[in-house]
């Protein structure tokens, strides 16, 4: 197994091997090395493995939530006798991809103890990727919930807005789901239950 690893092993990669990213390093390294331990098909099997949770984890870290306050555009889907957002809103852009692995991350950027009574969260820039993401959106409403505070969410997909009505039923803890076809971002969320056949 080393000559056919010495002899597939491309030589010209230990020159570039300080200009790419640290993980990447050790999965050239990890993967020639289990190469002529073990075997290459565990090899492959293992700088996978070390590739994809470096991806989840650099991604994890890369949810962005920034933050503005007195919105007025939204006031419509307050219910009646609110008025207008005017000074005691305020409106958090997420950007980034929302998921089993960056879930905590969104969910410790949000305050409702400190918020106005009523917040937007547009996820314009953002992406929620799987069940997990969107119960993170529905824990943050709950918090603003239970402090009898006012959430509007805008820019979901159409299936994931779906999935969170479905998610929560009459009982959301969301005042609503602004939908907007022309705007609103389009893309699946991977369910993490199978779909029931017909």
């Known amino acids: ?5 010495y002899s597939t092993f491309s030589w010209s990669s230990l020159r570039v091997i300080k200009k790419i990213p640290v993980t990447d390093a050790v999965v050239v390294v990890l993967t020639s090395v289990i190469t002529v331990w073990k075997d290459l098909a565990v090899a492959v099997v293992a ?26 555009r939204y006031a419509e889907a307050l219910p009646r006798g609110d008025g ?7 409106t958090y852009h997420i950007n980034g991809y929302i998921f089993f692995g ?3 991350n969104f969910q ?4 409702p103890t400190n918020d106005p ?4 969260m ?5 992406r929620v990727l799987d069940y997990t993401g969107m119960q993170a959106i529905n824990q943050v409403c709950s918090r603003y919930g239970s402090q009898d505070k006012t959430v509007i969410i805008k820019h979901l997909s159409a299936e994931c807005a779906s999935m969170l009505r479905a998610l929560n039923g009459k009982n959301a803890p969301y005042q609503a789901v602004v939908e907007d076809p022309s705007t609103d971002p389009k893309y699946d969320v991977a369910a993490s239950r199978p779909t029931p056949k017909k």
Do not use: N
Request: hydrophobic share 45%.
């Open 1 to 5: 197994m080393f000559v056919v690893s």
């Open 47 to 72: 700088g996978t493995i070390l590739s994809a949770l470096s991806f989840a984890w650099q991604q994890s870290q890369r949810v962005a939530v920034t933050s503005y306050t007195s919105d007025t």
């Open 84 to 90: 207008e957002l005017g000074a005691d809103s305020k």
């Open 102 to 104: 960056s879930s905590s």
């Open 108 to 111: 410790r950027a949000f305050d």
């Open 117 to 120: 009574r009523h917040v937007v």
């Open 122 to 126: 547009d996820f314009m820039e953002a």
